[in-house]
């Protein structure tokens, strides 16, 4: 039975020949990015700004969750969010911070009561005060912090510190158009972005290391070919197990944006962007490239020649 070979074994593209374009652009599009976060910055969602959290119940059947976002818009309380969980019967009413301190909290709190009905168990209610919130935030930032350093040291452990640079150019890379996406299109910016983010970086960081694996072994197997058709070869090899990787990513993510719902849609959104659109441009068009710039390979034909004339060296003295 033949083997499905999404990509020719004999491929050779030249993949490098685009750095010259791929570099600017990417330099461009970071600017841009950093211009729309001063100019338009996040929207930060309930999580990061505060607000009021009721957790609901339905005492019989399912909650039409359509039915209640409806109604809850009707009092005009800025934004107001629900997730549904529990097969339907449990709803998470999120509403943004109101003007007045916490009597204006407690007052929301009585109007969503009041709105409701008796229809529903209040299981939990919650306000989230703008100490929280900015607390959830700084946490937030250390943790892609934390993140992004981590890589940095398990790169350069495992490979060189070329690598682990070039790695963490890209993440960091990666991470900057992303957000920059979500200033521009306004997508909640939550717990659940902050997650998105995370794992963009863990995925564009798996994509990056299968390519620097295979960068390394060339390294060691080719001595004096040069560093640009080095890379050239090692994206082609690694380029089947993207595409499928990719497009499996792909379909899931869209699932997920078509029909998860309003609750994680700002996940999703961003996922899409961050994985889809970046994190596959970034491993093939700047960590691979950013090698070429930082030096690597350079002394691999002085190496070689070194180790044959000692071999040889060593030859003639027997």
Known sequence: MRLLRIVPDDTRFDFMRF???????????????????????????????????????????AVDIAQMRTALEGLHLGEVQLQEFGGGREVLIRIAQQPGGEEAQQAVVAKVRALLGEGLEYRRVEVVGPRVSQELLGYGIIGIVLAIVSILLYLWFRFEWQFA????????????????FMCVVQIDFDLTSIAALLTILGYSLNDTVVIYDRIREMLRRYKRLPMADLLNISINSTLSRSIITHVTVTL??????????????SFTATMMFGVVLVGTYTSVFIAAPMLIYLGVGLGRAEASDAAEHAEAALKRGV
């Open 165 to 180: 640079l070039g790695a963490m150019i890209a993440n960091v890379h990666d991470l900057v158009l992303t957000i920059g």
């Open 252 to 265: 899931a993510l869209l699932a997920l944006l078509l029909f998860g719902g309003r609750a994680i849609h």
């Open 19 to 61: 750095r010259r374009i791929s570099f600017p652009l990417s330099a461009l599009l970071s600017i841009l990015a950093l211009v729309a976060y001063f100019n338009f910055g996040l929207n930060l969602g309930i999580d990061f700004k505060g607000g009021t959290l009721i957790e609901v119940q339905a005492k019989s059947g």
